[in-house]
């Protein structure tokens, strides 16, 4: 059932017929004249037509913090994950997540399709780290997603530790045949990232065999954190892990008393030809503009550890929530709500910019991409990017989730799956949660369902689906 047209509709739709009557017959010019004049004179009432929404958003925040939606977004992560399991680029977990996932959301009564994507695949193999000087320890690892593995034998060396990039320049000469350990502090998730993504490149430009890093998280018990890794052309490939908060720092302490420290590293790792795999789209077709769309995204794939609960099966299970709403409430937008769950994001956005390429043929029919991966906590703004007339509307459009304490609208509503179309100049939004917690399990084995909470779930399926329905269903596209 489409929502019933109010009286905002009504009175603009006067207003541009007469605006139209008394220019019919004028020149081209004063026909821009006029046009231009009727959109400045609709900005106002931007704030009538989205406070139309009010108790249709109610309706939606009512069934699934409340009613009979209560706890199915964390009902249907459990399932998932459970049954599922982790699911990493190229694995067979990831094939039967898309599976079940088509089948879950058909199911439910979306209309479901698969787009074709090949994706990376590498694969980890046995790992293991030991400390043999100044004394025996195995070091807990996750090898970097793209390492390259050592001999089956491994390479067993003297360590360097170092604390910055800085450091590793300033002791260059020391850093020839060892395995350079990164022992750098942990700063934000965005800085110290760099790390794990170019201290292999980095140390073996100085002649180092292998690097341990650091894991890129403020807290830990003994606990590594895999994820992606770069190399550069015509840098030596060499062996790269994470180890331990814990571990790093003992090392750094033993190399602070002079003490000579020597590892052991073994890592099976290796990439195979690339996987065949998909984007799994499900729809709401509009009524009005079918081709005016709405996306709504989280990625299906996560690391090999865990069971890729946070990061991100949160994120997938309130895009497909948002739809399950606002279809059970019998309600559809004017335009048509799209939800995406990518393949393939931890290998750099994969499966998202394969699906930039092919539809941004369609790229004026966008009209907001919608982006959830950095975990589903408790809700505390939206994020938001856009133009300073799409920031006026969305202004607007965040108020109608008062009943549920999120009102307020943030800048940076950029995510590394929309980023194509953001950057082309679609207007993109992002959920900002409290989520202190998040590195803390982020691509460790401990992202599991413990860290999820039914009642969160519920609020962020609730705003992801008031903003999304809403956006859609505005007389306008936003302004870009
Ligand atoms: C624009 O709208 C204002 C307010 O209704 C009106 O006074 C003015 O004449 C209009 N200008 C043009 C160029 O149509
Ligand atoms: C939803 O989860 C909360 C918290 O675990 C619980 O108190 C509540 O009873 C659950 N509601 C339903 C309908 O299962
Ligand atoms: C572009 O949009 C049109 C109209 O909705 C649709 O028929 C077509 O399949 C779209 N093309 C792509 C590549 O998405
Ligand atoms: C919103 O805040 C009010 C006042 O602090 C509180 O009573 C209410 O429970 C909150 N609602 C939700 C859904 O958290
Ligand atoms: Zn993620």
């Known amino acids: ?69 209560q706890n199915r977004s964390y009902t249907r992560l459990a399932d998932f994950t459970d049954t599922i399991g982790n699911r990493v680029s190229g694995s067979q977990n ?84 060892r395995i350079v350990v990164f022992n750098q502090p942990f700063v934000s998730y965005g800085e110290t990232v760099a790390y794990r993504a170019f201290g292999a ?86 009524w009005q503009h079918p081709d005016q769309v709405v996306i709504l995204s989280g990625h299906l794939d996560s690391w090999d550890v865990g069971q890729g609960a946070m990061d991100d099966g949160g994120g997938a299970m309130i895009s497909w929530e948002a739809l399950s709403l606002i279809k ?23 499966g998202a910019q394969q699906y930039y390429n092919l539809h941004k043929v369609n790229l004026s029919n966008i009209d907001m991409v919608m982006e959830s991966d950095s975990g589903t906590f408790t809700p505390v703004a939206l994020q938001f990017a856009g133009s300073d007339a799409a920031k006026k509307v969305m202004e607007e459009v965040v108020k109608l989730l008062a009943p549920i304490n999120t009102t307020k609208l943030e800048a940076h509503g950029e995510g590394t799956d929309i980023s194509p179309w953001m950057q082309a100049g679609v207007p993109g939004a992002s959920l900002h949660v409290e989520d202190s917690r998040y590195f803390w399990f982020h691509h460790s084995e401990g992202d599991t369902m413990t860290v999820q909470d039914p009642q969160d779930m519920n609020l962020c399926s609730a705003l992801w689906a008031v903003v999304a329905y809403v956006v859609a269903d505005l007389q306008d596209m936003l302004p870009r």
């Open 1 to 69: 059932m489409a929502r019933e047209d109010g009286p905002t509709f009504i009175l603009s739709l006067f207003f541009f017929l007469s605006v139209l009557s008394s220019v019919c017959d004028c020149h081209p010019h004063s026909l821009d004249r006029a046009v231009s004049n009727h959109t400045k004179r609709k900005v106002p009432d931007i704030a009538t037509e989205v406070a139309g929404y009010v108790d249709v958003a109610k309706k939606i925040i009512d069934l699934a913090v409340f009613g009979a939606a």
């Open 94 to 177: 990831l094939d039967l997540a898309i599976k079940y996932m088509y089948t879950a959301m058909t199911q439910d009564g979306l209309d479901v399709h698969l787009e074709p994507v090949k994706i990376p695949h590498w694969v980890r193999g046995k790992e293991s780290a030991e400390m043999i000087a100044p004394r025996a320890k195995s070091l807990a690892l996750l090898g970097l997603g793209s390492s390259v593995g050592t001999p089956p034998e491994g390479i067993e060396a003297e360590v360097l530790v170092v604390k910055s990039f800085e450091e590793l320049k300033q002791r260059a000469k020391e850093a020839i045949g």
């Open 201 to 286: 490149t980095e140390a073996a430009k100085v002649g180092a065999v292998a690097t341990l890093i650091r894991s890129i998280t403020p807290f830990s018990i003994n606990s590594p954190h895999t994820g992606w890794q770069d190399y550069q052309d015509g840098v030596k490939r060499i062996p790269t892990a994470c180890i331990t908060v814990e571990d790093a720092e003992l090392m750094w302490r033993m190399a602070q008393r002079g003490q000579r420290i020597v590892v052991r590293l073994t890592m099976g790792a290796k990439t195979l030809p690339d996987a065949d795999s998909f984007n799994t789209v499900a729809e709401i077709k509009g």
């Open 328 to 350: 059970d409430l019998g309600l559809r937008p004017r335009r048509t709500l799209r939800t995406v769950l990518w393949t393939a994001e931890e290998q750099g956005g994969v």
